[in-house]
């Protein structure tokens, strides 16, 4: 079991632009959640993808945007992007449950804009 | 809103010395909780979760952690720490109430250093 893959692991990017980040689910789950973790900090949830729709959503501007596919991976696209969004940005994947379900995150993607 | 917690942003500890990692959270109704640890340059990997039942939870890597809803705690233990248990420690809790979809809510970490 492969489980939570994320790519890329590293990515550097210039104010204004726009990124992609991908997440690959753990074989068998159909719940996909993203975070983003400043330095220091604690992770922040960004949304949650179910059934290929957002089912919630934090605190975060509509600059962040995510699409689920088919096969239950998933992107988390930011545009305009700035100084404040470099992080490590967390996926999460979980069996469709209520709040026990357990989630099991990749190893994350690393932005710095600069 | 719930809200978790962490007592302690950095707890230094020789080796084969015990440790509590101190959490609280806030809540107004049911909570499931857990504890993750992050390596450096890691995601997060869970050590342990209270959902319901006995509230002494025994995780991986010798953890424990008790469940105290009078306290509003869930503290992290572990009786004799290894160098290798020198990590990030998260509290998290579960929202029930917005959803119940099983978003997270993390504290803002602890740092264990494990001292030779």
């Known amino acids: 079991d492969a489980g939570v893959t994320q790519s890329p692991t590293h990515l550097i990017k210039t104010r204004g632009q726009q990124v992609t980040l991908r997440c690959s689910p753990k074989?068998?789950?159909?719940?996909v959640s993203w975070y983003q973790q400043a330095l220091g900090q604690g992770p922040q949830f960004i949304f949650q993808?179910?059934?290929?729709?957002?089912?919630q959503r934090g605190n975060f501007p509509d600059r962040f945007s995510g699409h689920q596919f088919p096969n239950y991976s998933s992107e988390l696209n930011v545009n305009a992007l700035l100084l404040g969004d470099s992080a490590l940005y967390l996926c999460a994947s979980s069996l469709a449950g209520g709040a026990n379900t357990e989630a099991f995150f990749g190893q994350g993607t690393r932005l710095t804009v600069v | 809103a719930q809200s978790v917690t962490q007592l302690d942003s950095q707890v230094p500890v020789f080796e084969e010395a015990p440790v509590e990692l101190r959490c609280n959270y806030s809540?107004?109704?049911?909570?499931?909780l857990f504890w993750y640890v992050q390596y450096p340059n890691q995601g997060l990997q869970l050590l342990l979760k209270?959902?319901?039942?006995s509230t002494l939870v025994k995780g991986i890597n010798g953890f424990e952690a008790e469940f105290n809803k009078s306290q509003t705690s869930f503290h992290l233990r572990k009786p004799s720490v290894h160098i290798s248990d020198t990590a990030e420690y998260f509290c998290a809790v579960s929202d029930w109430g917005s959803g119940n979809t099983g978003k997270l809510i993390f504290g803002q970490g602890t740092t264990l250093q494990v001292k030779p």
């Open positions: 074989s068998g789950h159909d719940t």
């Open positions: 993808y179910y059934e290929e729709e957002e089912r």
């Open positions: 809540s107004s109704v049911s909570v499931y």
């Open positions: 209270y959902l319901s039942g």
